[in-house]
């Protein structure tokens, strides 16, 4: 099995044809490696700007390139026909860091192509949560590029980092270091329906209360100190995308305010929550005290 890491530079633009903003890839950078993990071959090409005719400000800043420089490049759909040649017809794992760039990358090829599969694509890991994983990181924050490779020692010294070529050279040494092929094997996926699928879905904050997804017993509150449950005092309601209700705990005469919020993912739901102690106003103290428990924990929308 080979492996191609690639990378995309992408210019925000806004396009008629779609009616919104969407990335317009501008330059595409990859490297290959055998099953030793040694470079066989690099690509790198500048992509024609077809939608936007500048660049973003923090576009320039970041890559150091010019409007000039996109005006250079070759269309998009013939790139990716010498992208797709280069990497050819064999067993090949392509990897990116994060899956922003396969999404992008899907988005340019349904509006100049006509279609939202890539045909180069057989087998496709993310670089990203193999490092994570390698070095035990939390998957509920993202580490960025430069920062995994300073926690792995890597230099970058000579590499233009927000150029589509030095970035995968800096991740295919991402990749030498922490490489298990169990892990990296356990983390790739055959890009059949289902992958697509799962890139197609949107994750959402569940707003509605009465959804299924929404477990009653989540919903409890535990007072910070003592642990013991609290009594509701007001109804749920949803702001800040989370719900949010009134407790207060009759052991430590303590008011809480219990949130929790409802993450849906394609094959996961991640569910947050977090009880702070709620000060009320002094005058409201003895008649918030005082309030009847809530005997549901429901909320009219």
Excluded at 53 to 58: D, N, Q, T, V
Excluded at 169 to 197: D, H, I, K, M, W
Aim: proline residues 4%; neutral net charge.
């Amino acid at each position: 099995m080979q492996y191609v890491v690639m990378d995309l530079e992408w210019n925000n633009v806004y396009s008629i044809k779609r009616s919104g903003f969407m990335n317009e890839v501008i330059e595409i950078g990859a490297v290959r490696l055998d099953e030793q993990l040694r470079e066989i071959d690099t690509f790198s090409h500048l992509i024609k700007s077809q939608i936007g005719k500048r660049l973003r400000g923090h576009v320039r800043e970041l890559t150091h390139l010019t409007n000039e420089d996109l005006q250079s490049g070759t269309p998009f759909t013939q790139t990716m026909a010498q992208f797709r040649k280069w990497i050819g017809n064999g067993a090949v794992t392509v990897l990116t860091w994060g899956d922003t760039d396969i999404r992008v990358l899907i988005e340019n090829f349904k509006l100049f192509n006509g279609f939202d599969t890539l045909p180069f694509l057989t087998y496709y890991a993310d670089l990203q949560k193999i490092v994570q994983a390698a070095l035990h990181l939390s998957t509920t924050q993202q580490t960025g590029l430069s920062a995994a490779a300073a926690m792995l020692g890597i230099g970058e010294d000579g590499l233009s980092l927000h150029r589509a070529l030095d970035d995968s050279l800096l991740s295919a040494e991402c990749l030498r270091r922490v490489f298990s092929e169990n892990l990296v094997e356990q983390l790739t996926l055959p890009c059949g329906e289902e992958f697509y699928e799962r890139l197609r879905f949107k994750a959402y904050i569940i707003s509605d209360i009465h959804n299924p997804n929404v477990d009653p017993e989540r919903m409890r509150c535990f007072c910070d100190q003592c642990g013991r449950e609290a009594q509701q005092k007001s109804d749920w309601i949803f702001t800040c995308r989370a719900f949010r209700a009134k407790f207060f705990c009759p052991h430590c005469k303590r008011p809480l305010q219990h949130t929790v919020r409802f993450k849906q993912y394609y094959d996961r739901l991640d569910i947050h929550s977090k009880t702070v102690y709620l000060e009320p106003p002094k005058e409201e103290e003895q008649a918030f005290k005082n309030a009847p428990p809530r005997m549901e924990t429901a909320m009219k929308l």
